[in-house]
């Protein structure tokens, strides 16, 4: 049996409340986001421009259309943006990645937003919302939202319980069943090994990594 280092103790016993609280509640948000916080790789001014850029870019979404602000992700490290989730043509794809790069503080975008039949995505928001009402759409798996919710959760626990792997470090979303990683590995072997679990992961298909790797990274 093995214990967690003391430096990754408080984000682990974190991580156990958030899974007390519910899954992916938001009580569980506030407490995962205030764990990874304590001891990632970014510096408190780089987690700053950050958190500006996703929140401007979020907001700006709700703005032209509040169905877009609950479709689409935009996650951000080091000024570098991820963008996930689903939209029903490519002219709003483009609509989103257009908007994004309005902002010059930006690095790089990758544009990972996946086109779904209008059916597809009726079934995802009505799934969504009823996982925000309660956990039954998550525990089953039912639907794909549903399954990706509960693959961000699964993935969650492990990367937390995994040795070697400074897991405040990455951020990833699952929509369809795909994948989609970013942030900072200490090493080849770290990624190596965080990649790994990702494929292992049950109801994962495929996935893709955004992960820079940077061997002063410190947790």
């Known amino acids: 049996m093995t214990f967690p280092s003391p430096k990754h103790l408080g984000s682990t016993l974190l991580l156990a409340l958030a899974l007390i609280l519910g899954g992916c509640t938001t009580a569980t948000t506030v407490v995962w986001e205030a764990a990874k916080k304590l001891h990632e790789q970014r510096t408190t001014d780089t987690q700053f421009t950050d958190t500006r850029i996703s929140a401007g870019l979020m907001s700006g979404l709700a703005e032209k259309d509040l169905a877009l602000f ?41 544009n990972e937003i996946q086109v779904v039949s209008q059916a597809e995505q009726d079934r995802r928001r009505h799934a969504a919302k009823a996982q925000a009402d309660s956990q039954r759409a998550q525990q089953s798996g039912s639907t794909d939202t549903g399954n990706d919710l509960w693959i961000e959760t699964k993935i969650a626990a492990k990367l937390i319980a995994a040795r070697d792997v400074t897991s405040v470090n990455y951020r990833w979303r699952s929509v369809r069943n795909t994948l989609y990683v970013i942030g900072c590995a200490k090493s080849r072997q770290e990624l190596d090994q965080v990649l790994t679990l990702l494929r292992e992961t049950d109801g994962v298909r495929r996935v893709k990594s955004f992960v820079d790797i940077k061997t002063d990274a410190t947790a």
């Open 70 to 110: 609950m479709d689409v992700n935009a996650d951000v490290w080091d000024s570098r943006v991820l963008l996930t989730g689903t939209v029903t043509d490519s002219a709003t794809r483009t609509q989103v990645l257009r908007h994004v790069r309005g902002d010059k503080r930006i690095a790089k975008i990758y």
